[in-house]
């Protein structure tokens, strides 16, 4: 059975998406459901290919009891093609997903992440690479709320489990 395959997007893929997608394979793993979902994570920039994730994000992971393994990579056609599910960290990765060559016939399968935070009040998940330990902790925070309807949402639509 081929797998449902879930991609994380962020700007540079070294704070955001890499997060978003460990939180993601942590929970999918505790419901065991791994066996049914993968997922990756890219960045719409080029910047950090080949890079491990941010050291702030790896150590706020950690306080928060996920361990984060990815290696930077850009964006590519392939991936729109490929992936079931994509989920943008903000409107400009959004509309860069857009401006891709050839991905303007998937737009139904990109999705904003905070389109399922509960506690939504904003449209982007805030990048923190400029900011401050509390900033980190507030993304490790809205990713978690997120993730969690987006796996009930898979469990219920698409999964059927
Ligand atoms: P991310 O954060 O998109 O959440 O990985 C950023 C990381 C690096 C840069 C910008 C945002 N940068 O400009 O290098």
């Known amino acids: 059975m081929t797998k449902t395959k879930v991609l994380f997007v962020c700007l540079g893929n070294i704070c955001r998406s890499p997060l978003a997608e460990a939180i ?24 950090h290919v080949g890079d491990n994730p941010d050291h702030r994000t790896i150590a706020n992971a950690r306080k928060n009891g996920i ?41 139904n399968k990109i999705s904003l992440m905070r389109s399922f935070d509960p506690d939504r009040d904003d449209d982007s998940v805030p990048d923190p690479y400029y900011g401050t330990e509390r900033d980190f902790q507030n993304v490790f925070e809205i990713l978690d709320r997120s993730v969690d309807l987006f796996i009930r949402h898979l469990e219920k639509e698409h999964l059927k489990v």
């Open 24 to 47: 993601f394979k942590a929970k999918i793993s505790k419901r065991g459901l791994s066996h049914l979902v993968a997922a990756d994570s890219c960045g719409t920039a080029n910047y």
């Open 67 to 107: 361990e984060i393994d990815h290696v930077g990579q850009q964006l590519s056609l392939r991936h729109v093609v490929d992936y079931d599910f994509i989920l943008a960290m903000d409107k400009s990765n959004f509309q860069n997903i857009l401006r891709l060559n050839g991905t303007v016939g998937y737009a």
